[in-house]
């Protein structure tokens, strides 16, 4: 009969709490929340911790993209499937936000959150936009796309400039593919343990987690207060019913194009979901994602080039929360927009989404460009949303990330590079997810690790895994089907 008392229970609490992530990060969420309710001082004083976690994850992101797209484009063995998975997935990508733009436009005439706030736009602080946005503008289209370029291979990695390590990564893999494995023998090998050392950091950093989303959290609640919800409420409450409504569309998508179960994988990324939102930075948690959807059976090569694109070019959340705070603006401030001026929100927002990421105050650089291109609506009325911005920060977090991993999955079933008889034991439990860059449980001591089976090219050949390899390393998510070792 178990022990039921006190004592064992809390012994079984405190071993909870020590190996489960998900509970560390929860218990945090909480104690930021109660902390930054009580002491607004403290939960202020405390921002740095939540800050600092999320400037080391980024430190490791760029070097971790670099290496797992020149290892996908190596072990793809195709620069064409490579090319191919690229087009698919702007494809993908210019779909899922022109959609998420409609659906925002749709609910935003459905329900007016602005309607009836007769807000006279002389009395709003201009000025406060600027100081938000810190003087920067977003790029044009032409400048976005030059900016995409490296003018230099050392700036690329000191600016974590995610588009222009990508181009640096296709480069080096297509030169590795040209040169072949018998003429640089050793570069191939060398990224991989490379790669493994930056997993290997990451593991570390992922410890301190709970600590991010306590100070993170408790600055929110602290700094903000619950205030913006009497004022803003209807608005909070139209954009998160709406990311909701579309996220829900993503999985019908989603279920019926790979079979994947978007509820299994967010209980499969339960951890990594909340440490995003404790945060407010779908960033923080890339590394990991990266990882959760290779071992889920997305191959290397799809994993590390829709993933990173998706942080620029498919921003779900934020295209919701930009349609629907458009007509909030227009309605708060009485100007009734168009149908054909409402076609003009969605192809300018269409455009300047494309150059939010890594701007400061990019949502409302790019909702002032859309007042400007409309013409009817006081630039001064984009104050209206300082209040509430940073709430919004969960919605668009969320959403942003959830969308892009449902690209990485539909893109590699598209492109025959989803291995689904290992998605589905994943997302069931059947295979046990292992951190890269840690060691492997020992053996009878954990669950039993899946025979490694031959190595599939994007080409559709199979290559053997060199002998004693696995066994070195153990069953690495690198090693798993679709994703061999060597070239």
Same mark, same amino acid.
């Given at each position: #009969? ?22 560390? !990060? ?48 190596? *072990? ?36 007016? +959150? ?11 602080? $201009? ?37 222009? !390590? ?15 494995? *018998? ?80 509820? *299994?994988?967010?209980? /499969?990324?339960?951890?990594? #979901? ?7 930075? &779908?960033?923080?948690?890339? =590394? ?22 998706? /942080? ?6 934020? &295209?919701? /929360? ?27 927002? #269409?455009?300047?989404?494309?150059? #939010?990421?890594?701007? +400061?105050?990019?949502?409302?650089? @790019? ?29 668009? !977090? ?14 590699? *079933? ?38 490694? +089976? $031959? @190595? ?9 895994? +060199? ?16 994703? =061999?070792?060597?070239?």
């Amino acid at each position: #009969m178990p022990d039921a008392s006190p004592s064992s229970l809390a012994r079984r609490t405190a071993r909870f709490l020590r190996s489960s992530l998900f509970a560390q !990060v929860a218990v945090a969420l909480l104690l930021g929340a109660v902390v930054g309710r009580l002491w607004p001082e403290v939960g202020s004083a405390v921002q740095p911790l939540g800050d600092g976690f999320v400037r080391l994850i980024k430190a490791m992101i760029a070097p971790l993209v670099f290496c797992v797209v020149i290892a996908g484009i190596a *072990k793809a063995g195709d620069l064409k499937a490579f090319g191919r998975i690229g087009i698919k997935a702007l494809i993908w990508f210019e779909v899922a936000t022109t959609l998420a733009l409609a659906v925002g436009l749709l609910a935003g005439n459905l329900f007016s +959150p602005g309607s009836g706030m007769n807000v006279d736009p002389a009395s709003l602080d $201009a000025s406060a936009v600027d100081e938000k946005t810190g003087g920067e503008s977003l790029p044009s289209t032409s400048e976005f796309l030059l900016h995409s370029l490296p003018d230099s291979a050392v700036g690329a990695f000191a600016e974590n400039s995610l588009l222009q !390590v990508l181009v640096l990564a296709c480069l080096v893999g297509a030169a590795l593919l040209h040169l072949g494995q *018998k003429r640089v023998p050793a570069i191939l090998p060398a990224i991989e343990q490379a790669q493994e050392v930056v997993f290997a950091v990451v593991g570390f950093i992922m410890k301190l987690a709970p600590v991010a989303v306590f100070g993170a959290t408790a600055h929110l609640i602290g700094e903000y207060g619950l205030g913006a919800l009497s004022t803003y409420g209807k608005l909070i409450g139209v954009c998160y019913a709406v990311a909701l409504v579309f996220l829900a569309l993503l999985g019908v998508a989603l279920k019926a194009f790979t079979g994947v179960s978007l509820w *299994k994988f967010v209980r /499969y990324t339960r951890e990594e #979901m909340l440490l995003a939102l404790g945060t407010a930075s &779908s960033e923080a948690v890339m =590394p990991r994602m990266m990882q959760k959807l290779r071992q889920a059976g997305c191959r290397e090569d799809a994993v590390g080039l829709v993933l990173p694109t998706g /942080y620029s070019f498919n921003l779900d959340g934020a &295209s919701i /929360y930009l349609s629907i705070g458009t007509l909030f603006i227009a309605q708060a401030v009485g100007v009734d927009l168009t149908p054909g001026q409402q076609i003009t929100v969605v192809v300018v927002l #269409m455009l300047t989404s494309k150059g #939010m990421a890594g701007v +400061p105050g990019s949502a409302f650089l @790019a909702l002032s460009a859309t007042a400007s291109a409309l013409g009817v609506i006081p630039a001064g009325a984009v104050a209206l949303l300082l209040g509430v911005d940073r709430i919004m920060d969960t919605m668009r !977090v969320a959403t942003n990330l959830l969308g892009n991993c449902v690209a990485v999955f539909a893109v590699s *079933k598209w492109e025959g590079a989803l291995d689904k008889d290992r998605m589905r034991k994943v997302l069931d439990g059947e295979i046990t997810f292992q951190p890269e860059g840690e060691p492997t449980a020992a053996a009878g001591t954990g669950p039993a690790a899946e025979p490694v +089976p $031959a @190595a599939v090219t994007a080409s559709g050949t199979e290559t053997s895994i +060199p002998d004693g390899e696995c066994g070195a390393r153990g069953d690495t998510p690198s090693s798993v089907a679709g994703q =061999p070792r060597g070239l």
